[in-house]
């Protein structure tokens, strides 16, 4: 395990309202992803971090902003949800940005917008 | 059309039977991983690949470049190999290691 967490683990919000996601990791990683993993797709990328304050989006970054004023520290931002926001959120991590390299997954975070 | 197809989406087996799960794609690629997702949620990468064969245990990974292929392998399956399993593919056209991933396979092994 490379020591990734994810808060909070389950949430249920309405429509509209700001949500924030937190994935903290006690690796010193230096690159971070938030994916949304939803039936009838596979896990998509909607914003990565290659280093603090360094972040870039992903395949499915509408609606989403992120922020790492903190290596250990990805904040994914939903400034006003919607219910096709409502997904499974995975952190992940990996040490480098190599071909070979392998991406440590956080447990997960069920949201709900109702 | 997906850039990473896998089949079958679902699958069950009894437990003892020798299962394959088969991941293509569509594009040229850098290297290939398969994952496991627990009935639980969590994910947990089970091998990477670039070319060759990958032997862990009772699961075995292959992958075909020219034909843009690749198979799990579970021999003497048993119902804790119930999960889904991922193939995700790291692009040769995007740099680092970002994944596009397939949809998964479902793995139900009955005892």
């Known amino acids: 395990d490379a020591g990734i967490t994810q808060s909070p683990r389950h949430k249920v919000t309405e429509t509209g309202t700001p949500v924030t996601l937190r994935c903290h990791q006690t690796e010193n990683h230096r690159y971070m992803y938030w994916y949304r993993q939803d039936p009838g797709h596979g896990l998509r990328l909607i914003h990565y971090s290659y280093g603090v304050k360094d972040t870039d989006k992903g395949e499915v970054s509408d609606g989403y902003s992120v922020s790492r004023s903190k290596t250990e520290d990805f904040l994914l931002t939903l400034e006003s949800a919607t219910s096709s926001q409502t997904s499974v959120y995975f952190c992940a991590t990996s040490k480098r940005d190599t071909v070979q390299e392998t991406q440590y997954f956080g447990p997960g975070t069920r949201l709900l917008v109702l | ?111």
């Open chain 2, 1 to 111: 059309k997906n850039e990473v197809e896998q089949s079958p989406q679902n699958l069950t087996a009894q437990e003892g039977e020798f299962i394959t799960i088969n991941c293509s794609y569509s594009v040229g690629i850098s290297a290939l991983h398969w994952l496991q997702q627990h009935p639980g949620g969590g994910i947990v990468s089970l091998f990477m690949l670039s070319s060759g064969k990958k032997k862990h245990g009772r699961l075995i990974a292959t992958i075909n470049i020219q034909e843009k292929h690749s198979s799990l392998h579970i021999t003497a399956s048993h119902p804790r190999d119930s999960a889904v399993y991922i193939c995700a593919v790291r692009l040769r056209e995007t740099s680092g290691s970002r994944l596009t991933f397939g949809e998964g396979t479902q793995l139900t092994v009955n005892p």
